[in-house]
């Protein structure tokens, strides 16, 4: 087995460990209010976290303001505009491209 194979077992591995932990230490038991709202929070901070780093992130970590960040704004006056996600993401996606094209 090559040493690829044995790393994605051991995150494999340890992935349903986590995801096993929280079921068996709160034991069926709800979380407080206040803990709850702070879970329901995390996961759209991370993925906001991710676009922006994604998006802004140049060489060497310095900031970067390129066709991605105009991708990222098309998708956001898509969204402001209520249209649907499939739009939202091809439109960005195509303005992102579009703009790669001619540079």
């Known amino acids: 087995m090559s040493v690829a194979w044995v790393a994605i077992a ?3 591995a340890g992935t349903v460990a ?9 034991g069926g038991s ?5 803990l709850d ?3 329901a ?3 759209p901070s991370l993925l ?3 676009v922006v780093v994604d998006t802004f992130a140049g060489e060497d970590r310095a900031l970067s303001v ?3 960040a105009v991708g990222l704004a098309a998708a956001a006056l898509a969204l402001a ?10 439109l960005a996606a195509g303005v992102t491209a579009g703009l790669r094209a001619l540079a």
């Not at 709800?30 to 206040?34: A, D, I, K, T, V």
């Open 18 to 26: 986590i995801k096993a932990a929280g079921p068996l230490l709160v």
């Open 37 to 39: 709202a702070v879970v």
């Open 41 to 43: 929070l995390l996961a």
């Open 10 to 12: 051991l995150i494999a």
């Open 81 to 90: 505009a209520r249209l649907p996600m499939v739009v939202v993401v091809l």
């Open 48 to 50: 906001a976290a991710l």
């Open 66 to 68: 390129d066709e991605r």
């Open 30 to 34: 709800s979380l407080p209010p206040r």
